[in-house]
Every structure is written in C-alpha cells, then in structure tokens.
C-alpha cells in the first residue's frame, strides 16, 4: 500500500508538474503573441507615423521647389521684359539713325552732283589750258611730264645722294668718338702693373767651383738633372753663373729652383737631384693650380675643369716679349669684359674668351699647330661655349670672328699688348714720351719743375710764384699744350695744369 501511495503520489506529482508547465507554457505563448500583436501595432503606427513625416517633408520640398520656380519664372519674365524694352529702344534708336542717314545720304548725292558738274568744268578749263600750253610750249602732254619726271628723279637722286653722305659722314664720326671714348675710359678704369715679371733662365752660383760639383763625377750631375728636368743646362766660362735652356717654361722653372735649392744645400749628387726634382716639381704643381684657380676667382669666372686651370695656372710661368702670359689674359679679359657692358654684348662670354684667348700657349702638348689653334682646340674639347671657342681661334685673325664677343677680345688684345709699359720695347717709347713731355714743360721761362702723371695723360707744372703772374701762366699752359700738340704723338688727350701758390715761411728761434 505504501508503495502504492509512492506510486500515486510520483504519479500526480508529475502530472500536476506537466499540466502547470503545459499552463505556463501556453500563459508565455499568449505573452509573447500578445507582444507581438503590440509590436505589430507599434511597428505599424511608426510606419505610418513615418510615412506622413516623409510626406509632409515631399510636400514642403515640392511646395518650396514649386515657389523656387516661380520666383525664377518671375524674375526671367522681369528680365524678359527689361530685354524686350532694351530692343524696342534700340530699334526706335536704328530707325531714329537710319532716318539721319538716309537724310545724310541724301545730301552727299546732292554734293556728289555739284562736285560732279565742277570737275567737267575743270576738266574743261584743265583740256583748254594743255592746249595753250602746249601751242606755247612746243612739246606735248607726254614729252612735259617726261621732262618733269626726269628732272624731279635727278633732283631726288641729287638730294637722296647729299642726305646719304651727310648721315655716313656723322655716323663715321660719331661711332669713332664712341669708340674712342669706350677704348680709353676702359683702358683708364684698368688697373694694372706697368710691366709683368720676367722669368730668368740663368742662377747665380757662389763661386766657379761650384760649377765642378755641378758637372759631378764623368758629368753623372748634369745628365741626372738634365734627364729628370728636360732641360740643356749650359756651364761655359761665365763667371759665376750657368744657363738653363728650354721652350717648356715649368719645365724651365723647375730646373732652375731646383738647381737652386741644391747650390744652397751643398749636397749634389742624383739621388738628392731626383729629390729635390720631384720635391719642386710638387710645389710647381701646386703653384700652378693655386694661380690658375687664383686668376679664375679674381674674375668670377666659374665651372672652369681642372684641365682648363692647370693650362692657366702654367701661363704664370710663361712671358712673351717681357709681358707675362697669364696677367696678359687677366689684362685682357678685364678690357673685353668693359667694352662688352658698354657696347651691349655678352660680357660674361667676352671674359671668358679673354681670360682663354692664348690657353693654347699653355696646353700640355708637343704639337706643332699655332696656340690659337691649339687653344680652340682644348677650349672645344672641354665644352666651352661655341662663342668662346671661335673668340680663342680668331683672335690672331686666322679665322673670322663670327660673333662681337669675338671681335671684343681681338681690341682688348691689341690693348693690353700695345698699352704703355705692357712690354719691353713699348716701355721704352713709353718712358720717353713722359720725358718728352717733362721737357717741352722745362723749356718755359719761369717753370721750376713738371711731373707727367696718370701714364702721361696729365702734365702737373709747378711755376715760379715770384716771377710768373696769373695772366703769364695761362699763356704759358697754352703754350705747352700748343708745343705738345705739334711735337708730340699721343692717344687721347692730355690735360696741362699750371699750379702756380704763394708760400709764406718763417722760423721761430
């Protein structure tokens, strides 16, 4: 029975357990439908909700649109009307000028008429007076204007001849002074030594003896230094003194220092000659380069490879009739670069064929072509302008200078070599022009001592205040430049100033 009990009791156990889960269950099921059907209904109100927004948004947009439109409709049929107005008033204004024109027109064929009618009376009176003319004359219409034309081409050539002249005559005259005054305020601005540096070719020795040691043992000195250095040293029976000899300069200058530096050091055999060669011939280098790049800076010129300075840099060591190469291409490149800026040309390129203008003199090389050849040549070679190039070729006139640039450096080189004092015969002219001119001053009475300065453009006169008056020393200023100007030949002018002062001295004891 117990267990009968247990059974029942698990049995309605269970079944009040499923029918409260099954109660539950279907309490939750009508929850959740009943959520449901709420959602639905909010989901619904919402989309409607959200659809009149939508709509009332489509309403006020189509609303704002539809007013937008009309607003510019509006205003288009303003402005369509304003346009309409515009033509009708310029209608009324065409027609208003077409009216004055037609009353314009009217009138010039009115005047179109008279004028007409007046030249048939002139024709007339024209016809009438030929004929008198030419019963009068004896020629016809034709034969007189011929005439006529005839003198009037002479005429016209004569006076086209006269006007031609006169122009080429101003012109010769106007571009000499031009010139002149280029040449000479550059020449003037130039700034320069009277005469370069002349490298020697002998060294002095301390005494004769040394000449032996030189020579060494079965002449292994000489040859030794001859070989390393490639010059001819010649020991002949000048007291204290041997010769160097050689057409390469550096090589020259190396010999001659060396040779030098080992009379000083009293040690002279080859091993110390090959030292001391190679020790020189690295500072030769150096100078070289130093005065190459030197020059170039002093210039401004830049982008210069170092092939182009090492040639410069050996001009340093290289004279031609007293004038050193190197300051002469300065010299030059300096008066290119001047009469360039005044006559309008490229001075950058004048300077450039100046400073490189005898390069060739100064290339490396055993050829036997001219320097101005051998020069355009390097200066080609190392990309160098095309108008440098032909200023460098052309500048001994072996070929024609195809631009002014050109022709620039061919002046500024026949400057800087004929200047006063650029070379050793010209120094000697130049010298004697400046006494000339002190003498010419000295000849006058009353003249106590002249000074000619400024490379000879200034003669300054100091006279004798006791002796020469105020009205006395402007005749005697005339008469000197009278004098000068009759004796003497001289480029330019020359300016006389007579300095004629009163000194008062005494002494406090």
């Known amino acids: 029975m117990t267990l009968l009990y247990i059974f029942l009791s698990c049995f309605a156990g269970i079944a009040i357990g499923y029918t409260g889960r099954w109660i539950w269950a279907k309490f939750k099921l009508s929850s959740i439908e009943q959520k449901a059907v709420r959602l639905d209904k909010e989901a619904v109100a919402e989309a409607e909700s959200h659809a009149r927004e939508i709509e009332l948004e489509a ?54 008429e008279a004028v007409t009618s007046k030249e048939r009376e002139l024709e007339k009176r024209e016809a009438g007076l030929i004929s008198e003319l030419e019963k009068i004359a004896g020629m016809s219409q034709e034969e007189a204007k011929s005439v006529i034309i005839e003198q009037m081409q002479q005429k016209a050539r004569h006076d ?131 005065e190459g790049e030197k020059v170039a800076f002093d ?17 340093y060591f290289r004279t031609s009739y007293g004038q050193n190469v190197l300051f002469h291409s300065k010299e030059v490149a300096v008066l ?18 100046g400073l490189l203008h005898d390069i060739g003199k100064g290339a490396e090389t055993e050829s036997e072509i001219n320097h101005a050849e051998m020069g355009a040549d390097l200066v080609k070679r190392l990309g160098e302008d095309p108008r440098v190039v032909n200023a460098v070729h052309a500048h001994h006139g072996d070929v024609e200078p195809s631009c002014v640039e050109s022709i620039i450096v061919q002046i500024a080189d026949a400057i800087s070599a004929a200047r006063p004092g650029a070379r050793r015969e010209s120094l000697d002219n130049y010298i ?44 005697i200023a005339k008469g000197i430049a009278g004098r000068i100007e009759a004796e003497l030949r001289y480029p330019g002018k020359i300016k006389v100033t007579i300095i004629r002062e009163t000194r008062v001295v005494e002494y406090a004891k």
């Open 299 to 315: 210039l401004g010129i830049h982008n210069m490879g170092p092939e182009l300075i090492r040639a410069l840099g050996r001009l």
């Open 160 to 290: 086209g001849q006269v006007y031609i002249n006169k122009i080429e005559s101003e012109t010769k005259l106007s571009a000499d002074k031009v010139a002149r005054d280029i040449i000479v305020e550059s020449i003037q601005r130039l700034a320069t030594e009277v005469s370069g540096e002349v490298t020697t070719a002998s060294v002095s020795l301390p005494s004769d003896e040394m000449k032996g040691r030189i020579i060494g043992r079965e002449g292994r000195n000489i040859r030794t230094l001859e070989t390393l250095t490639g010059v001819d040293i010649i020991i002949d029976d000048t007291p204290e003194a041997v010769v160097i000899s050689c057409f390469d300069p550096v090589r020259k200058e190396i010999a001659r220092v060396a040779l030098e530096r080992l009379v000083q050091d009293g040690r002279i055999h080859p091993a110390r000659i090959e030292e001391m060669v190679n020790k020189v011939s690295r500072e030769v280098g150096r100078i070289i380069v130093d």
């Open 59 to 112: 309403r006020d947009r189509i609303l704002k649109e539809t007013q937008q439109s009309e607003r510019e409709a509006r205003e288009r049929r303003s402005e369509l009307q304003k346009t309409e107005r515009r033509l009708l008033q310029k209608e009324e204004n065409l027609e208003h000028k077409q009216n004055e024109l037609d009353a314009i027109k009217k009138q010039l064929g009115e005047r179109d």
């Open 336 to 353: 290119a670069g001047m009469i360039a800026s005044e006559v309008g040309a490229n001075s950058e390129i004048a300077m450039r064929g």
């Open 432 to 475: 004697k022009r400046l006494e000339n001119l002190e003498g010419i001053a000295k000849s006058f009475d009353g003249v106590d001592n002249a000074f000619a300065i400024q490379a000879g453009r200034e003669l300054r006169i100091m006279v004798n205040n006791n002796t020469v008056s105020d009205e006395d020393a402007k005749e």
